[in-house]
């Protein structure tokens, strides 16, 4: 047992020296395309990742759960980049050191609600909401808040869940990792996507309730009608239209950008 | 068995060989590469310090693991009450088609639930739960949802240590109680089924220990588990191995003291036993 640990120790310290090797670093997106990339599951970095890779996308790409753990691996060195949006992705900037986002944009995309396909009822009074938002200012509002301040020190209690309104419940599916836009907080949620669901929840005069799920289970859970509506900084692709409605779009030309180390990318 | 396996184990005495040699070899280029990598200077110590303030006691973030760690505790001691029941049931209708109280259409139930329940893994079966059978209960807390699973889970195994440990009475037993003139349900009651207790709740116990673990995967449907809870806070603060680490220790911990329970109990049940 203890030789076979310390062989086992032998083993793991002789592949961290022979697997350390230099490479020439990244300029442009170009070179991402034979490179190791990673996404979070479901997204549309996935997507975008994929289509650069092409047919090595089984041997290059990985996908992850959470942000977090493509983001560890990309700082082992696991990884090379990570697709994934601008805001979440300048967020790890702050944060974690030694990162650094490609200059060169990926694509633009747009975000909207996304709803059970046929439930157009739905999506027509929330159509109907966020363009009233849209015109009074509420939703510049709320993008405000969280683009031009700590975002972190809002207490989640403030957030007005309409508790008890008599139209029902609307539940809304998201994925709360995914600062600025959800973020579990303690017992609580917050976020640009959270605050913009209980102002619509208001006007629908109904409760919010948010269900918080992994990215890649949410348009299972809107299809299964678990939740009424998913608002998670859900790009608008054709791909997902076939199999959900959309509201309107909510935020337009949101980029996709690659993260990578900051050593490892020359401007 | 199990006992003398282990005390085998534990009393086995080797002097130092070759291996502990390699092993301290291995431990000294170890530490000097950590102290090399400079962990061991004040700024690694304070930077520690300062991610742990972050993702534990700053807005009282610590609150989210105990919430975690209620939750998986609330999920697993209900599962395993239902799984109880369901083990119980179904072993009482196998032991007894094997001794005489023959109900065909019952006991092949009963083979279908168990395999099917552990020939499949329990996350797949959380997920069906979930989002097909109960895809349209949408006032029904997912809590409720994943103790039904894992419990349904847990009784295919329980049923399976609790026939086991029917079986592992010798079934001279049984012969000798029923020569003395008590029927099939008084020996079972008086003779098997007290002596088969001694061998099972050990077993019940690794059963709990297994499931709590187990229940790490709720977070998939949206349950805020322990596993979850971690999870969540390195949302929070972008630190990924923190959290993780300390959810590990807080399992471990659980396991570690059950773990002991289960020994004390068990030397418990074998006392008087030669």
Redesign the interface.
Same mark, same amino acid.
């Given at each position: 047992m203890k030789k076979f640990l310390a062989c086992v120790a032998v083993l793991i310290v002789l592949c961290s020296v022979a697997f350390a090797d230099e490479n020439v670093k990244l300029k442009s997106v170009e070179q991402l395309k034979t490179e190791k990339l990673a996404a979070q599951r479901g997204t549309v970095g996935q997507f975008i990742a994929e289509d650069l890779l092409g047919d090595k996308k089984a041997s290059l790409l990985t996908t992850y759960e959470k942000y977090v753990d493509a983001v560890a691996s990309l700082r082992q060195g696991k990884i090379r980049a990570i697709i994934m949006d601008e805001m979440p992705a300048k967020r790890f900037l702050q944060s974690v050191e030694g990162l650094a986002i490609m200059d060169e944009a990926l694509s633009e995309e747009n975000y909207a609600i996304g709803f059970r396909k046929g439930n157009t009822e739905l999506v027509e009074k929330v159509n109907k909401a966020l363009s009233e938002m849209k015109a009074d200012g509420t939703l510049d509002k709320i993008f405000d808040k969280y683009l031009n301040g700590d975002y972190l020190e809002i207490n989640p209690e403030t957030i007005d869940f309409n508790k008890g309104a008599k139209g029902g419940k609307l539940v809304v599916g998201t994925e709360a990792g995914f600062a600025p836009y959800e973020l579990k907080v303690g017992n609580g949620f917050i976020g640009i996507d959270i605050e913009m669901c209980a102002e619509i929840a208001k006007k629908l005069d109904r409760e919010l309730v948010v269900e918080h799920m992994n990215f890649d289970a949410l348009p299972m859970a809107v299809s299964t009608n678990k939740v009424d509506m998913i608002c998670a900084g859900i790009t608008v692709t054709d791909e997902r239209k076939e199999n959900m409605d959309f509201s309107d779009n909510y935020v337009v030309g949101a980029k996709q950008v690659a993260l990578v180390r900051a050593d490892d990318y020359e401007k | 068995m199990q006992m003398t396996m282990r005390n085998k184990f534990l009393t086995r005495h &080797?002097g130092a @060989? /070759? @291996?502990?040699m390699?092993?301290g070899v291995?431990a000294v *280029?170890?530490l000097y590469?950590l102290y090399n990598s400079g962990f061991f200077t004040e700024a690694a110590w304070n930077d520690f310090n300062r991610r742990f303030y972050q993702n534990f006691i700053k807005? /009282? /973030?610590y !609150? !989210?693991l105990v919430?975690g760690l209620r939750a998986t505790i609330f999920m697993t001691s209900w599962a395993t009450f239902i799984g109880l029941i369901v083990g119980l049931i179904l072993s009482v209708i196998r032991v007894a088609y094997k001794g005489g109280a023959r109900i065909p259409v019952l006991n092949a139930l009963a083979n279908t639930y168990i395999t099917v329940l552990r020939g499949t893994p329990a996350m797949v079966q959380l997920l069906i739960w &979930? *989002? %097909?059978i109960f895809?349209?209960a /949408?006032?029904l807390n %997912?809590q409720y949802i994943a103790i039904l699973a894992f419990g349904l889970n847990s009784g295919a195994y329980i049923a399976e240590i609790f026939r086991g440990g029917i079986e592992s009475i010798d079934h001279g037993q049984m012969e000798a109680a029923r020569s003395l003139g008590l029927s099939y349900g008084l020996s079972m009651k008086l003779v098997v089924l007290p002596q088969a207790l001694r061998n099972v709740i050990p077993m019940l116990f690794n059963e709990f220990i297994a499931l709590l673990k187990e229940t790490s995967v709720a @977070?998939?449907? @949206?349950i805020?588990d322990l596993t979850r809870a971690g999870? &969540?806070i390195?949302?929070? %603060?972008?630190?990924?191995?923190q959290p993780l680490v300390m959810v590990a220790i807080i399992y471990l911990v659980i396991v570690l003291f059950l773990t002991h329970v289960v020994r004390k109990l068990e030397e418990w049940l074998s006392r008087g036993r030669r």
């Open positions: - | &080797n @060989g /070759r @291996g502990d390699l092993l291995v *280029f170890l590469a807005d /009282r /973030r !609150m !989210m919430d &979930n *989002f %097909t895809a349209s /949408r006032d %997912t @977070g998939y449907i @949206g805020d999870q &969540n390195q949302a929070l %603060t972008l630190e990924h191995s």
